[in-house]
């Protein structure tokens, strides 16, 4: 899971990505409201863990853009501020949770999964597109009674392309998402992950394929 964390304190931002790395989290680091939209609007997180006060943009006003952009990530606000006015304002912008500083780890975890949990709750078990299933608890690929076991990156690209049909997904942001951003892996990586993919589709006879765009990305379509 890809974790974005937005907070100007860097002393206590880099204490609690280690944390969170520990936890086999992906985590990325922004220190103001500015930064941190640069990183939102790549979509590859799936939590935002956004301070309240921050320069350039606040998180309160950076909430509100990410709502008005339809990002729909989970996102867990912190303050240093306990009045009961400044969750209010926090949860009304649009956030799915709120804890307050000082707040101890193991409180900020079990927040962290709770809102994973109800994210993939969600999103529900089952991913279908056109002919083919993904059974997100197995992590087979389905079609019909036909069902073969995809490797954890098979997985998770199938998954950025159901979850994204009829947009394509470029190498990029396959890497960035899956690898993280301060991996080695390269684009013929993704290149060999899709031609896996391929022919497990083959395989259990899918009309479904993984089309090519050329300088573009990927996208699923139907073979005709």
């Not at 999103?123 to 073969?148: A, M």
Request: aromatic share 8%.
């Amino acid at each position: 899971m890809n974790i974005l964390l937005v907070d100007d304190e860097r002393q206590f931002v880099e204490a609690i990505a280690v944390i969170l790395k520990q936890h086999k989290y992906s985590v990325d680091c922004a220190f103001d409201g500015e930064q941190g939209l640069d990183y939102i609007n790549s979509g590859i997180y799936d939590l935002i863990i956004l301070d309240v006060m921050m320069p350039r943009i606040d998180g309160f006003s950076l909430l509100k853009i990410i709502r008005q952009k339809k990002i729909d990530v989970p996102v867990l606000m912190l303050s240093a501020k306990s009045e009961i006015s400044d969750k209010i304002e926090g949860l009304n912008s649009g956030a799915d949770d709120y804890i307050t500083k000082p707040f101890h780890t193991d409180e900020l975890l079990a927040r962290i999964k709770a809102l994973l949990r109800r994210k993939e709750k969600f999103t529900g078990d089952i991913l279908s597109f056109n002919d083919i299933s993904l059974d997100r608890d197995s992590f087979e690929l389905v079609r019909g009674e036909k069902r073969i076991a995809l490797g954890k990156k098979e997985f998770q690209i199938l998954e950025m392309l159901m979850l994204n049909s009829g947009r394509s997904i470029d190498k990029e942001r396959f890497i960035e998402k899956i690898w993280g951003f301060d991996t080695d892996a390269e684009y013929n990586t993704v290149e060999v992950y899709v031609s896996f993919l391929r022919k497990k589709l083959l395989a259990v006879g899918a009309k479904t394929e993984i089309k090519s765009l050329r300088g573009i990305g990927y996208t699923l379509g139907e073979n005709k």
